[in-house]
């Protein structure tokens, strides 16, 4: 088990290490589950972060137990099981409480790893630009900060000896206290600094919106095919992979639907119980979702029923969460190359509002286009205007931002019927006939 910068159990570090020496980490799994067995999503967790599953154990409760997750004789199970597999990690479904992490880690005598670590991991080795990086970074050191606490209180008791973390460091308690402020001088520090990144997007922001060009977003679950969707409606070649958040920092491109400019931008993957660390620090990223005037919320309609439907819950909560659940979205089925006639009519049964398309195969963008223009005509508002001659410089905006333009020169301008953005409509009035 490697040992991160923070003295924290990751299942790989920062992204440093080649592929195989993380397949060197054997996992053995748990959840404390209402009902089901499924731990799928954990599996694909870990295999994008490069560790190999060697056995499971699933507990029936219907919350986990507060200080151990599991219970005493589901442990002493594991325990066995764990060692028969030859792990040399647990992990653990669910985001653990610093005192069940310690616990679990003293009764089965081996790294316990949770979800929301394994998913800071994921995130700190796909970040690639500098606000990403610093994003992971604040929500990784606000995660660790809290198990400091933890831990202090773990070494006290065992008067500072420990099998490892920051009892190899220094002399206990002391060392802590200063771990402790480095960390939220640290916290500071790049709070400060994405502050800084904010404010520039904030600029970028305004220069886009002061072009007026309709802004859609794209929003799902990781591994939905956000990015596909983005290059097969943008003919751009902005990066895919079958593996969990691929994609961390936003993209923009511009898209033409019949000769009107939108901007489509491609952004970080939801998941089930997100932790709320990287939600805090991708506040600024998010807002692109936020204030879109559209957003297209994708889902991959190849999933079984149940997931499908849990994967739309978790993006739709996570909209909410992030302050976007009043924008208008629209439903985006993709992956419906691997369904067959039948199940495509059980899906548009389901979800009549959705747009079935394949990014892949192309099938379906062309509707999938006619409705996102459908969405913003709605709100378009027919006007009516005369250009004096000397404000030529107008009509080649117009050009850009107007559905159904018609012109016409005569002796006192130009005239002009067409459709306008509610916004723009309001800017010209003055010119209306
Ligand atoms: N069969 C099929 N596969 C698809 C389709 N669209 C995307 N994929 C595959 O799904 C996987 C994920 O695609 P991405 O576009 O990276 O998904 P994403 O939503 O951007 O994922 P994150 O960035 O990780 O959140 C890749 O292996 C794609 O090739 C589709 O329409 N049909
Ligand atoms: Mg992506």
Redesign the pocket.
């Known amino acids: 088990m490697e040992r991160g910068r923070n003295g924290r159990n990751t299942p790989t570090r920062n992204g440093a290490s080649p592929p195989e020496a993380r397949a060197k980490q054997r996992a053995y799994l748990i959840a404390a589950l209402e009902t089901g067995d499924d731990l799928s999503e954990l599996r694909e967790l870990l295999r994008t972060a490069g560790v190999a599953v060697v056995g499971q154990a699933v507990q029936h409760r219907d919350k986990p137990h507060p200080n151990t997750y599991l219970g005493p004789g589901k442990l002493e199970e594991v325990r066995i099981a764990a060692k028969a597999a030859d792990a040399n990690v647990v992990v653990c479904d669910d985001e653990l409480s610093p005192r069940q992490e310690r616990n679990l880690e003293k009764e089965l005598g081996i790294s316990v790893v949770d979800r929301t670590a394994t998913i800071l991991d994921i995130f700190a080795a796909h970040a690639n630009t500098a606000e990403g990086k610093l994003q992971v970074e604040l929500a990784q050191l606000e995660y660790n900060l809290a198990r400091m606490r933890g831990l202090w209180t773990h070494l006290e008791r065992l008067g500072g000896v420990s099998s490892g973390g920051f009892a190899t460091r220094g002399p206990g308690e002391s060392q802590i206290e200063t771990d402790r402020r480095l960390a939220r001088d640290r916290i500071a520090a790049l709070r400060r600094r994405l502050e800084h990144v904010k404010g520039t997007r904030a600029v970028q922001r305004a220069e886009r919106e002061r072009a007026h060009l309709p802004q859609v977003a794209l929003a799902?679950?990781?591994?939905?095919?956000?990015?596909?969707?983005l290059?097969a409606m943008t003919g751009s070649a902005v990066?895919?992979?079958?593996?969990?958040?691929?994609?961390l920092d936003p993209t923009t491109r511009q898209l033409q639907i019949d000769g009107r400019p939108y901007l489509l931008t491609?952004t970080?993957?939801f998941i089930r119980k997100l932790p709320h660390q990287l939600v805090d620090a991708f506040g600024a990223t998010l807002e692109e979702t936020r204030l879109a005037d559209l957003i297209l919320h994708?889902v991959?309609a190849?999933a079984e029923e149940d997931d499908r439907l849990e994967m739309l819950r978790a993006v739709e909560d996570t909209l909410e969460e992030i302050g976007a659940g009043d924008r208008p979205r629209l439903l985006v089925l993709?992956?419906?190359?691997?369904l067959d006639a039948d199940q495509r009519n059980e899906l548009r049964h389901r979800h009549p509002e959705g747009v079935q398309?394949?990014?892949?195969?192309g099938e379906g963008l062309d509707e999938l286009s006619v409705v996102v223009e459908q969405a913003f005509a709605r709100t378009l508002e027919s006007v009516e205007l005369l250009l004096p001659y000397s404000e030529g410089g107008r009509l080649a905006e117009l050009h850009d931002v107007a559905g159904d333009l018609h012109r016409e020169d005569t002796a006192e301008g130009v005239h002009v019927v067409a459709r306008l953005p509610a916004a723009i409509a309001e800017r010209y009035q003055r010119f209306s006939v």
Do not use: C, E
Request: net charge positive; glycine share 12%; aromatic share 6%.
């Open positions: 799902g679950y990781t591994n939905a095919g956000k990015s596909t969707l290059n990066g895919v992979r079958n593996r969990l958040f691929h994609t491609d970080v993957g994708v991959d190849s993709n992956k419906v190359d691997q398309v394949s990014a892949l195969t």
